[in-house]
């Protein structure tokens, strides 16, 4: 018997159970129409970041294999996106081009049924989404090897917009050329914090090439497309947009290198069962203020799993410090910590509650 004899039977199986997947996704699909209808009447938003955060821990907790988990969510979260596109496509706006770990983070949390907008700047990001140009925007928060994003602080702490989910994204760093040779390379371009992230192998590698920072890996990546004098680090996703060839892969100082992105827009979300909120607070400059005004947390058992300071820009040595704590809104516990903690703040605004990364 041939190798096609014995593969015929089974073929015929995935066959059929590919007919069957396939009326089963337009069955759905059906039915996620059906829900868009009474969102248009009662004009519910489109996109509920708490209910496919739901699904897909769900899905993950019900798999008995032999699929992964993540490969399990990852087609379930394309299933999701394909029948929100029905309902309505969403806008994401994110920090461009494309190519970025940006943009990997919007299909990340929205799956590929959307419309992703590169912008130039995380300033553009904030303004495309504050503007209704866009109906999400996508920016990087912190990364685990070089710390917060400051201009993202900074920005949330002005916006009117909400954070309403946050993906964290492994940061895989390539160096990369048009000719696939670091011969006549003069620059290594990539986001400041890219560079930072590669800088011990950088130095031990090419330390008499000149670094120059840019507004993002993929900007990089396309400058390096553009220019055979011009290496880039960026993500091989990157460089195949821009044509660009592996020249070392995987040079980030830390192997478990990841960056966390926050979904900012005007969507206030419900409480999902595994969730954490974003404040930012400031004290009177008195002695044991910090503590004192920290102190409800405890108090209430709810756990802080995040804690940076931002200079007020004041000329007083005032600072505002950016929480995140476990639990939602929505949760009684959080609230009555976060109600003493209000009373004791000489500032304090939630920037949002939501699901935590998967």
């Known amino acids: ?22 009326d089963l996704l337009n069955r759905r699909a059906r039915v996620a129409q059906e829900v868009g209808h009474i969102k248009a009447e009662t004009n519910a938003p489109v996109f509920r970041p708490e209910r496919e955060a739901q699904v897909l821990r769900s899905v993950a907790e019900r798999n008995p294999g032999p699929l992964l988990n993540t490969d399990i969510q990852t087609v379930f979260r394309e299933v999701m996106s394909a029948c929100r596109a029905l309902e309505k496509r969403v806008t994401v706006a994110y920090l461009g081009p494309v190519g970025t770990f940006s943009e990997q983070a919007v299909y990340q949390q929205f799956g590929r049924s959307v419309d992703a907008m590169p912008c130039a700047s995380i300033d553009e990001v904030f303004r495309a989404t504050e503007a209704g140009t866009a109906d999400f925007g996508v920016v990087p928060i912190e990364n685990s090897s070089e710390g917060v994003i400051n201009r993202t602080l900074d920005l949330l702490l002005q916006t009117t917009l909400t954070i309403s989910g946050e993906v964290s994204i492994q940061v895989n760093h ?15 371009c990539a986001h400041s914090q890219a560079l930072a992230q590669c800088q011990v192998w950088l130095n031990q590698n ?4 000149e670094r120059m920072a840019v507004a993002s890996n993929g900007e990089a990546a396309r400058l390096a497309g553009e220019d055979p004098s011009v290496a880039a680090i960026a993500s091989e996703i990157a460089g195949q947009k821009y044509q660009l060839q592996v020249i070392k892969a995987h040079i980030q100082d830390d192997p478990h290198n990841r960056t966390r992105f926050a979904v900012i827009g005007r969507l206030q979300t419900s409480a999902s069962g595994k969730d954490q909120t974003s404040l930012v607070l400031s004290v009177p400059n008195k002695a044991g203020a910090v503590y004192n005004l920290l102190a409800p947390l405890a108090k209430h058992g709810v756990s802080m799993t995040r804690f940076e300071s931002r200079p007020a820009r004041m000329g007083t040595w005032e600072y505002y410090f950016y929480v995140d704590v476990e639990g939602h809104l929505q949760d009684a516990k959080v609230e009555s910590a976060l109600k003493e903690l209000k009373d004791n703040a000489a500032f304090f605004k939630v920037l949002g509650s939501y699901p935590s990364s998967l």
């Open 1 to 22: 018997m041939t190798t096609d004899d014995k593969l015929k039977p089974l073929r015929e199986q995935i066959d059929a159970i590919d007919a069957q997947l396939l």
């Open 174 to 188: 390539s160096l990369m050329t048009r000719t696939g040779s670091m011969t006549g390379v003069k620059t290594i």
């Open 206 to 209: 090419y330390p008499n090439i």
